[in-house]
C-alpha cells in the first residue's frame, strides 16, 4: 500500500492510494489538464485510476472531479449532500458512474476499503476518509474547524497520516484576511490550526506510525517550519520527519510495511 498527492492548499487537492493494482483519487480540485500533468509527474494515466472519492463540494477539492470522471470514464463516490451541492461542476450531457455513500458506512473500491467518517465544516455532508489494505491503514483529515471524540477514535493506530495544519492563529489574526473570513476560517466549521492539529495527534495511538504528513496549508497564514514543528514536538520526532503535502508539487510516493 502507498499513498502520494497530487498537490494540497485552497488552490486545489488530490490524493492517490494504491493497493495492488487499485489506484483511487481522493477529491479533484484541479482543472483536467493539470490533472493530467500532475498524474504524470507519478507516471499515472487517467486509465490508471479505479475511482475518484469526493469528500465535499467546495471547489478546491470537487471543482474538476466531475469532468475529468465524464472524460474518462472514472466512477465516483459521494455523499448525497456533497451531490446535491455539486450540480454547477456535473456536465449537462454525461454517463458519470456515481455512487452515493453513507459517511458512517465503509465501502470498497477494488482492493481497497474506504471508511468515511463526518466532519465539522462548513459544507453540505462533508466526510473525510481512512483507507486500508485490510491490515495497514492510512488516516486522512483536512478541511475541519474542529476535532471530536469520533475523529480521534477513527485516526488512531493509523500507519500513515495526512492531518490538516492549515494556519497559524497569530499568522491568521495579523494576516491580510476580512474580518469575516478570518472568522470562517478560525472558526468551528472552518480549518484545522497547528496547534489543534498538535492536541489532536497528542491523543492519539501513534504507536504504528510510519509516516506524517502537514497538509492544506494556507499559502498566507503558515509556514511549512510552523507546521512540521507543531507536529514533531507532540511526536518527540526530527522536524523533517514531518513531511508537507505542497500546494505545487504534493508529495512523492510513501510506502506503508
Known amino acids: 500500500m502507498r499513498f502520494a498527492s497530487l498537490g494540497s492548499g485552497s488552490a486545489g487537492n488530490a490524493l492517490l492510494v494504491e493497493v495492488n493494482r487499485t489506484r483511487v483519487m481522493l477529491d479533484c480540485g484541479f482543472s483536467v489538464k ?11 494515466a487517467p486509465s490508471d485510476l479505479s475511482g475518484i472519492v469526493i469528500t465535499h463540494e467546495h471547489d478546491d477539492h470537487a471543482g474538476g472531479a466531475f469532468k475529468f470522471s465524464a472524460k474518462y470514464n472514472i466512477p465516483v463516490w459521494l455523499t448525497y449532500g456533497t451531490l446535491k451541492m ?30 468515511p ?5 462548513d459544507a453540505r455532508e462533508p466526510m473525510q476518509c481512512i483507507f486500508s489494505d485490510g491490515s495497514r491503514k492510512l488516516g486522512v ?3 475541519v474547524g474542529r476535532t ?15 492531518l490538516e495544519c492549515n494556519h497559524d492563529a497569530g499568522m491568521l489574526q495579523t494576516g491580510p484576511y476580512s474580518w469575516t473570513l478570518k472568522q470562517r476560517v478560525g472558526g468551528d466549521l472552518g ?13 492519539l495511538d501513534n504507536s504504528k506510525l510510519q509516516h506524517i504528513l502537514a497538509a492544506h496549508l494556507s499559502a498566507k497564514n503558515n509556514t511549512p517550519k510552523l507546521a512540521k514543528s507543531a507536529l514533531a514536538k507532540v511526536l518527540g520526532c526530527e522536524q523533517e520527519w514531518v513531511g508537507i503535502a505542497d500546494q505545487q508539487l504534493g508529495f512523492d510516493w510513501r510506502e506503508l510495511c
Open 34 to 44: 493539470e490533472t493530467l500533468a500532475r498524474l504524470e509527474r507519478l507516471n499515472l
Open 86 to 115: 455539486s450540480a454547477r461542476y456535473i456536465p449537462l450531457q454525461h454517463n458519470l458512474q456515481l455512487n452515493v455513500v453513507d459517511s458512517h458506512t465503509e465501502f470498497s473500491v477494488g482492493d481497497i476499503l474506504v471508511q
Open 117 to 121: 467518517y463526518p466532519v465539522p465544516h
Open 141 to 143: 483529515l483536512t478541511d
Open 148 to 162: 471530536t471524540p469520533h475523529i480521534e477514535d477513527r485516526l488512531s493506530g493509523c500507519q500513515a497520516l495526512v
Open 191 to 203: 480549518h484545522l490550526e497547528n496547534l489543534d492539529s498538535a492536541n489532536l495527534l497528542s491523543k
